[in-house]
């Protein structure tokens, strides 16, 4: 499989108009699916960072590599680590549910912050480099002298993992299956660039949350006959 400046930027033109539009729409309609809407908008912008990551490869640009690679970190170490709890736990009536996905927000938030501030102030600590046409972060954690990667990773997709299938919603329940699926693919058969190619995936997936939220709004909006 090959990535590229242009499939990601493919990705940035589809996904940002439409979260745009779900993120109107819902505010007009069902405020609580306002962030799972902000969901195909963030990969969006996710996938543009690591277009121009692309570029400035190409271009033997250090500078547009260095602060797109770090756009993308904060998307791939810290956004989503504090956004998908959060997600869940806006729309989640289960009252114990909601608890936990308190906790887990804000477990995500100083995980999250701990991974990405380090390498993002760091100008040595984050280097980008391609890998069998994937883009690879290689990243210096904090954690790197006491704790093993395996051991940070799993953490990482328990946090989102946990957050997903908490959702008493059973689409969401699906949409966590999906990127557990996408997951274990991505680590199958493209191990040497982890964060990239299930990022991409994932924002493939986001479509499945605009179908949805579109979905869900013309339930809502449906005037019976």
Not at 97 to 121: C, E, Q, R, W
Request: hydrophobic content about 55%.
């Amino acid at each position: 499989m090959c990535f590229s400046a242009t499939a990601s930027f493919t990705l940035f033109g589809a996904l940002v108009p439409t979260g745009i539009y779900l993120i109107e729409w819902s505010g007009r309609s069902n405020s609580k699916l306002l962030p799972f809407a902000a969901f195909p908008l963030a990969f969006g912008i996710q996938q543009g960072f690591e277009g121009f990551v692309w570029l400035g490869i190409q271009d033997g640009n250090d500078a547009m590599v260095s602060i797109s690679s770090r756009g993308f970190l904060f998307f791939s170490h810290f956004f989503w680590l504090v956004w998908v709890p959060f997600s869940v736990w806006v729309i989640e009536t289960n009252l114990a549910h909601k608890h936990v996905l308190a906790v887990l927000t804000a477990i995500g938030f100083v995980y999250g912050l701990s991974i990405f501030l380090p390498s993002f102030l760091i100008g040595d600590w984050l280097t980008t480099e391609p890998i069998n046409r994937s883009l690879n972060y290689k990243t210096t954690l904090i954690y790197d002298s006491f704790i093993n990667r395996t051991v940070l990773r799993f953490f990482y997709a328990a946090i989102v993992f946990s957050a997903l299938f908490l959702s008493t919603d059973r689409r969401i329940q699906i949409f966590g299956a999906l990127v557990m699926a996408s997951l274990v693919l991505t680590y199958a058969f493209f191990a040497y660039a982890l964060v990239s190619v299930w990022c991409f995936f994932a924002a493939i997936l986001s479509v499945y949350l605009a179908a949805i939220i579109i979905l869900d709004n013309r339930r809502a909006t449906k005037v019976p006959g």
